[in-house]
């Protein structure tokens, strides 16, 4: 019996030792499942940052004034601390990371784009880019960067411009991007520089009417496609909110069972706006979401509202008005060392992570 037990005691203990060795594993395995269906979340800012040109003159477009030689004495210093701004906004709208989904605005081509990529500390953190030259008479053109972790894109195309009213004018295409998030929740992303108001707002207004209406065309096919398309569309629109091509072409609001967008920049109750022209905050940039990214039993949507990032370093002391305002490049053909005559807006998003693990 002694020898019995012997052996039995010894087969415990080795049943012992093989569990304790296989434990960590399993409850490892158990805590990564748990880890998996958190949900995790994102964010996405867009920023115009006035004039991101290099030194070099381009032939084909009108970028002058932003050489050594030009008007404005653009020079490689300069160039640098430009560069240098863009990533510090870019963190600091990130708060311990930068946003999954960066839209850009005014930057002159993709050299430009990889120097800030690639050439600052934000390089660690291996973003992509997406960008494509418009025609733009002044070479500037909208940007996409993101975090390839998070976002995975499947193509992307420009939407051409072309203004049958006017052909000789030229300006900045729309840059649709179809991609995932955490490789399984479809997006359509939109990033947007409309004309500007160069001229007067009214006698500008039919090339915003006529971009908005491009826009809503191309939504509207997504959306017979898939009536539930999550759709994020930003930029700096050169009109407000309140204006028709954003309320009325584009019918972005904040009712949605009756519009196709929903804007989350609306003027109300902001005391701040995304820029600032003669005294008067107004928001130009704004970022608009599908009503279906407001639907919390989705596996993806929106959280709180669209926020303008206002820190401190990004504004200074309005001169001529109350307040403060944009502590932009330049003050007329003056090298001010400032920032950008725009604020950067940003969006949260929520990804339910699904668990997929067989027990």
């Known amino acids: 019996m002694g020898k019995n037990f012997s052996i039995h005691q010894r087969k415990t203990q080795a049943l012992l030792l093989i569990f304790l060795f296989l434990s960590p594993a399993i409850f490892g395995q158990n805590k990564s499942s748990e880890e998996e269906s958190t949900p995790q979340n994102f964010r996405l800012m867009f920023y115009n940052v006035e004039n991101y040109f290099d030194v070099l003159d381009d032939s084909l477009s009108n970028d002058e004034e932003f ?86 894109v499947l193509n992307h195309e420009l939407i051409r411009i072309r203004f049958p009213f006017a052909p000789e004018i030229k300006t900045r295409d729309i840059l649709y991007v179809h991609a995932l998030a955490y490789n399984q929740d479809t997006l359509h992303i939109f990033v947007n520089h409309w004309p500007s108001r160069y001229g007067g ?21 997504l959306k017979k496609i898939n009536p539930n398309a999550a759709i994020v569309v930003m930029g700096d629109f050169n009109d407000y909110p309140s204006n028709k091509s954003i309320k009325e072409v584009l019918n972005a609001g904040k009712d949605p069972h009756t519009c196709r967008l929903i804007n ?49 370093f990004l504004l200074e002391k309005d001169d001529h008005f109350l307040g403060n305002m944009p502590f932009r490049t330049y003050k007329g053909m003056k090298y001010h060392r400032g920032f950008s005559d725009h604020l950067p807006i940003y969006v949260d998003f929520v990804k339910k992570m699904v668990n997929t693990t067989t027990r």
């Open 201 to 221: 707002e009214l006698a500008s207004e039919p090339k915003r009417l006529y971009v908005a209406q491009q826009l809503a065309n191309k939504i509207d096919e």
């Open 67 to 152: 050489t050594p030689h030009g008007i404005r004495n653009w020079n490689y210093k300069r160039f640098l601390e430009k560069r240098n701004h863009i990533y510090k906004t870019i963190m600091a709208v990130g708060s311990w990371e930068p946003p999954a989904i960066i839209g850009l605005a005014e930057v002159e081509n993709r050299f430009v784009l990889k120097q800030l990529a690639y050439k600052t500390p934000f390089a660690k953190y291996d973003y992509r880019i997406l960008h494509e030259d418009s025609p733009d008479r002044r070479g500037i053109d909208v940007a996409l960067l993101f975090n390839p972790k998070i976002i995975q």
């Open 264 to 312: 989350m920049m609306t003027e109300d109750n902001r005391a701040i706006g995304t820029n600032k022209f003669k005294g008067e905050w107004g928001i130009l940039d704004q970022i608009m979401v599908s009503p279906v990214l407001f639907l919390q039993d989705k596996s993806i949507f929106v959280i709180g509202e669209a926020q303008i990032f206002n820190a401190d």
